[in-house]
Structures are given as structure tokens and as C-alpha cells.
């Protein structure tokens, strides 16, 4: 559908100057001239087309100079607003008192102990097995303690 509308605007639009030129430019009628009025109507289209030359000359100096302006003045208000780029900020390496000094200002005048705050926790101790014979335990640790007893039961 998008395809027929945009077909439709540009049949329309060539319509349209076709109209326009055939109200501005009459068509030629060059027969049964003579070779003098041929040449004055070459000199008549070439005179008309310096004319035109200029005109759009000077309307394309205009737009250029207008163009310029609205950017100096998109530049101004730019910079009148405060967008301008901003550095890249670096990291900085500060203490937790230096901070506080620049965030509140003179307000805190002796450091603030964080650690104060904080709740104590107790660590429970563990507690350790007492050692006994070392083969009681790695007979515990193999696994085999219940086989050895089933082996012994048998027997």
C-alpha cells in the first residue's frame, strides 16, 4: 500500500511541474524563422538563462549564509544551556574521613568511628575430639569397621 502511495505522489508531482513549466515556458515555434531571428532568440534564451544563473547563485549564497548562522546560534545556545562534554572523571583514592569532610562540610570536625557502630559476634570455639588410637579411627574412616565385625562373626 506504501508503495502504491509513494507511486501516486510522484506521478502527482510530475504532473504538477509539467503544469508548471508549460504555464512559464510557452513552447517554441522556430519554423519559418529566419536565420536573424533564430539567432536573436538564441541570444534572448541565453540572456534569460544568465538570469537565472544569477538569481540561483544568489539564493544558494543566502542559504549558505543562513545555514552558518543557525548553527553559530544552535552552538551558543548549546553552550548557553551547560551540555557541554564532559571529562572523563578518574578515579580518586580517598579516605572515609576525607569524604565525610567534603560531603558535610565543616560540620564534622572529629572522625567518626564506623567500628563503633558495628555489632560484635562471638565465635563459638570448636571443639576438638580428643585422639585415641589411630587405628580405631582409620578403621572408622575405611568403612570397614562393620565388615571386619561381620568377618570376625563369621569365623
Given at each position: 500500500m506504501a508503495?502504491?502511495?509513494l507511486e501516486k505522489d510522484k506521478e502527482e508531482?510530475?504532473?504538477e511541474r509539467d503544469a508548471t513549466l508549460g504555464e512559464r515556458l510557452p513552447p517554441l515555434q522556430l519554423s519559418g524563422l529566419s536565420l536573424q531571428d533564430?539567432?536573436?532568440?538564441c541570444k534572448d534564451l541565453h540572456h534569460k538563462i544568465d538570469v537565472v544563473d544569477e538569481e540561483r547563485y544568489d539564493i544558494d549564497a543566502k542559504v549558505v549564509k543562513n545555514s552558518k548562522?543557525?548553527?553559530?546560534?544552535?552552538?551558543?545556545?548549546?553552550?548557553l544551556k551547560g551540555k557541554m562534554k564532559r571529562p572523563a572523571l578518574k578515579r580518586v583514592k580517598i579516605s572515609a574521613d576525607a569524604m565525610l569532610?567534603?560531603?558535610?562540610?565543616?560540620r564534622v570536625k572529629e572522625s567518626v568511628d564506623?567500628?563503633?557502630?558495628?555489632?560484635?559476634?562471638?565465635?563459638?570455639?570448636?571443639?576438638?575430639?580428643?585422639?585415641t588410637d589411630w587405628r580405631k579411627?582409620?578403621?572408622?574412616?575405611?568403612?570397614?569397621e562393620g565388615r571386619k565385625k561381620l568377618f570376625d562373626a563369621g569365623q
Open positions: 508503495a502504491v502511495m508531482k510530475k504532473r533564430l539567432q536573436n532568440l548562522e543557525i548553527e553559530n546560534l544552535s552552538q551558543k545556545i548549546f553552550e569532610g567534603a560531603l558535610l562540610g565543616s564506623f567500628k563503633a557502630n558495628l555489632k560484635t559476634v562471638k565465635k563459638e570455639e570448636e571443639k576438638k575430639e580428643e585422639v579411627n582409620v578403621e572408622a574412616m575405611s568403612g570397614m
